[in-house]
C-alpha cells in the first residue's frame, strides 16, 4: 500500500466520522460522504458534530489536504478502498438495509480490479455475501475475486477515552483469503490490533453477539431491580456485594432503558435472521426487548407513585429531567429512552423542563423548555428525574436543593433521593 491510496467512506456519523479523520492521520487520502448536507457543511467549516473527534483534530485533518467531506455520490469515484459506514435501522421490526444497498450501487459504479469494498454497518449474518457482493457485481460487471469484499464489525464507544478506534481490537473478515489480507492490511494501519475470521458470517454475528451479551444482561438486572424495590431490597448494594467475586460474575447496572444505535436494534436483527431463516424465536432477545422497552414507562410509574405520596399528580407538576442523551458525556440522543420518558410524560399532562450540557436543540421535543440545572431551577420543580449521569452536572448540589429526585444510575444519596 502507499499513502496515495484513496478511501472512500460512505456515512460521516459516529463511525465514518472517526474512521475518516484516522485515515486521514495514517496517510490516506479520503473523502468522507454523507448525503446530510447539515453534517457536509460543517465539516467543511471544520465543526465536527462527533465528541470523539474534537474540532483541532477534524481541522489538522483538513489541513492536510487529504480529507474532505462531500454530499455528491459521484465523489466516489476512483477508490482504492471504500468503506460503507450507514446507519442500519429497523423498520415495523425488519431490518432495514436501505442505506446500505444504496451505498453498495453507487460504489459499483466505480469499482475496479483490485479494490477493495468493506461494509462496517451492523447487520445480520449473511448481508456481505448475500446482498453486498450481488449488488456490486451487477453494477460493476466485475466478479467477486475480481475486486475484493470484506466485513468489519464497528465498535465505537462514544465518549470512550480509554478504549478508542484506535485501541480497541478490530474484528476483520473477507470472502476470500486475498480479500482478508486487503481488509487486515487496510485496519493495521488504522488500529492497533485487528482480529481476522473466517469469514464474514462469523464477524457479521460477532457484533450481534456483543450487543446481544449485553442486552440481555441488562435487562436481566433491569427487572431485578423493579422486583428488588417492590421487595425492599437496595439493588445497588447487591450489585456492590456481587462485584466481590472474583469469577463467575460480571456486575451490569439497571437504568431508565437502553439508546444509541445498538442495543435497542442490533439484538433485533438477529432475533429477524433467526426466526426468517429458522423459524424459530430467538426468546432471550424478545424478552430482554420487552423489559428494556418499558423501563422509560417503569420510570413514570415510580414518578407517579411518589407524587402521590406528597398528593400529587403528574398533570400540571413541573418535571426536571437532568439528561437526555442515552449515554454519559456525550451528545447521542439515538434511541434514548429519554424520548419515550419525555412522551409518556407530556402525554399526562406534566411541565417538562429538561437540562443537558451537550444534546443539541434538534433532538428535543419542542414542547421541552431547556433550562440550566440551577438550585432555584431545582428547588422549583416537584420532582426531579436523573436519566443521565453528566460529569458537568453537580449532582450533590441538586440533590440538596431537590424536593424529590428519582436517580435511575444509582449515584445518589439524600433524604429527598430515590434511586431505581
Known amino acids: 500500500m502507499t499513502d496515495a491510496e484513496r478511501v472512500v467512506i460512505i456515512g460521516q456519523g459516529y463511525v465514518g466520522l472517526p474512521l475518516a479523520v484516522r485515515a486521514v492521520e495514517v496517510g490516506y487520502d479520503?473523502?468522507?460522504?454523507?448525503?446530510d448536507a447539515e453534517r457536509v457543511k460543517s465539516l467543511t467549516q471544520g465543526e465536527s458534530y462527533v465528541e470523539d473527534v474534537s474540532d483541532?483534530?477534524?481541522?489538522?485533518?483538513?489541513?492536510?489536504?487529504?480529507?474532505?467531506?462531500?454530499?455528491?455520490?459521484?465523489?466516489?469515484?476512483?477508490?482504492?478502498?471504500?468503506?460503507i459506514s450507514v446507519p442500519t435501522p429497523l423498520r415495523e421490526g425488519a431490518p432495514d438495509l436501505g442505506y446500505v444497498e444504496d451505498a453498495a450501487r453507487n460504489l459499483s459504479r466505480f469499482?475496479?480490479?483490485?479494490?477493495?469494498?468493506?461494509?462496517?454497518?451492523?447487520?445480520?449474518?449473511?448481508?456481505?455475501e448475500e446482498l453486498v457482493g450481488p449488488i456490486l457485481e451487477e453494477g460493476s460487471g466485475l466478479s467477486v475475486g475480481e475486486f475484493h469484499l470484506g466485513y468489519s464489525p464497528e465498535r465505537i464507544d462514544p465518549g470512550n477515552t480509554?478504549?478508542?478506534?484506535?485501541?480497541?481490537?478490530?474484528?476483520?473478515?473477507?470472502?476470500?483469503?486475498?480479500?482478508?489480507?486487503?481488509v487486515q492490511a487496510f485496519f493495521d494501519r488504522i488500529v492497533d490490533s485487528t482480529v481476522a475470521v473466517s469469514s464474514p458470517k462469523e464477524a457479521e454475528l460477532t457484533k450481534l453477539l456483543e450487543n446481544t451479551f449485553r442486552h440481555v444482561n441488562i435487562a436481566l438486572i433491569n427487572e431485578l431491580a423493579m422486583f428488588a424495590g417492590d421487595l425492599g431490597v437496595d439493588i445497588w448494594e447487591v450489585i456492590r456485594a456481587a462485584s466481590t467475586k472474583p469469577f463467575g460474575f460480571m456486575p451490569f447496572t439497571p437504568g431508565p432503558g437502553v439508546g444509541g444505535h445498538c442495543l435497542p436494534i442490533d439484538p433485533s436483527y438477529l432475533s429477524w435472521r433467526v426466526r426468517r431463516s429458522l423459524g424459530q424465536s430467538f426468546r432471550f432477545v424478545e424478552l430482554a426487548n420487552d423489559v428494556n422497552e418499558h423501563m422509560p414507562d417503569y420510570i413514570v410509574r415510580?414518578?407517579?407513585?411518589?407524587?402521590?405520596?406528597?398528593?400529587?399528580?403528574?398533570?400540571?407538576?413541573?418535571?426536571?429531567?437532568?439528561?437526555?442523551?442515552?449515554?454519559?458525556?456525550?451528545?447521542?440522543?439515538?434511541?434514548?429512552?429519554?424520548?419515550?420518558?419525555?412522551?409518556?410524560?407530556?402525554?399526562?399532562?406534566?411541565?417538562?423542563?429538561?437540562?443537558?450540557?451537550?444534546?443539541?436543540?434538534?433532538?428535543?421535543?419542542?414542547?421541552?423548555?431547556?433550562?440550566?440545572?440551577?438550585?432555584?431551577?431545582?428547588?422549583?420543580?416537584?420532582?426531579?428525574?436523573?436519566?443521565?449521569?453528566?460529569?458537568?452536572?453537580?449532582?450533590?448540589?441538586?440533590?440538596?436543593?431537590?424536593?424529590?429526585?428519582?436517580?435511575?444510575?444509582?449515584?445518589?444519596?439524600?433524604?429527598?433521593?430515590?434511586?431505581?
Open 30 to 35: 479520503v473523502v468522507g460522504i454523507d448525503l
Open 56 to 83: 483541532a483534530r477534524l481541522g489538522a485533518a483538513l489541513a492536510t489536504g487529504r480529507y474532505r467531506s462531500s454530499g455528491d455520490p459521484d465523489d466516489a469515484r476512483d477508490f482504492d478502498v471504500a468503506v
Open 111 to 128: 469499482l475496479r480490479p483490485g479494490a477493495t469494498v468493506i461494509l462496517e454497518s451492523t447487520t445480520y449474518p449473511g448481508t456481505t
Open 162 to 182: 480509554t478504549w478508542t478506534l484506535e485501541t480497541t481490537p478490530k474484528v476483520v473478515s473477507g470472502v476470500d483469503a486475498a480479500s482478508l489480507a486487503k
Open 302 to 420: 415510580r414518578l407517579t407513585v411518589a407524587l402521590n405520596r406528597d398528593r400529587k399528580a403528574v398533570n400540571g407538576a413541573r418535571i426536571l429531567l437532568l439528561g437526555l442523551a442515552y449515554k454519559r458525556n456525550t451528545g447521542d440522543a439515538r434511541e434514548s429512552p429519554a424520548t419515550r420518558i419525555v412522551d409518556l410524560l407530556l402525554g399526562l399532562g406534566a411541565e417538562v423542563r429538561a437540562a443537558d450540557p451537550h444534546v443539541v436543540e434538534a433532538h428535543v421535543s419542542a414542547q421541552v423548555t431547556r433550562v440550566e440545572p440551577t438550585p432555584e431551577e431545582v428547588a422549583d420543580a416537584d420532582a426531579v428525574v436523573l436519566i443521565t449521569d453528566h460529569d458537568a452536572f453537580d449532582l450533590p448540589a441538586i440533590a440538596a436543593n431537590a424536593r424529590y429526585l428519582l436517580d435511575t444510575r444509582g449515584v445518589l444519596q439524600g433524604p429527598t433521593v430515590e434511586r431505581l
